[in-house]
């Protein structure tokens, strides 16, 4: 028996093809770095903790670009090792975006509760 709603387990090919036909526009790579930056703002304690958990979103981005060359060999291109360069470009400056939001918020939070 098949599962026909939407809240069923799906293969990870699956949501990665899902994904790719969103496509990876430098927009979503902005907005998904910058949702990351926001949550490590957010629950990060101390600014050291969180500029050392930023990392994480470059890091996964060349993780990323790694695994789809390494799976897609005959899409390379001459220019493909840019992608290493660049790929972690636009998710890295949202997250910084994000970051800076969610530190913000976090300390307006605990302004606003302390009363001081």
């Not at 790719?20 to 902005?30: F, K, S, V, W």
């Not at 979103?57 to 660049?86: C, E, K, N």
Request: proline fraction near 4%; charge should be positive.
């Amino acid at each position: 028996m098949t599962c026909q709603r939407t809240f069923c387990f799906r293969s990870l090919a699956d949501i990665h093809a899902r994904g790719a036909r969103c496509g990876m526009t430098i927009e979503m790579l902005l907005i998904g770095g910058a949702l990351t930056g926001l949550v490590i703002g957010l629950g990060a304690k101390t600014p050291k903790l969180g500029c050392a958990a930023l990392w994480i979103v470059p890091l996964a981005m060349i993780a990323y670009v790694y695994a789809w060359q390494s799976a897609h060999p005959d899409s390379l291109r001459s220019t493909s090792g840019l992608d290493f360069v660049f790929g972690p470009l636009w998710p890295s400056l949202g997250a910084m975006g994000g970051y800076v939001v969610g530190t913000a918020i976090r300390y307006f939070i605990l302004f606003k509760r302390n009363g001081s």
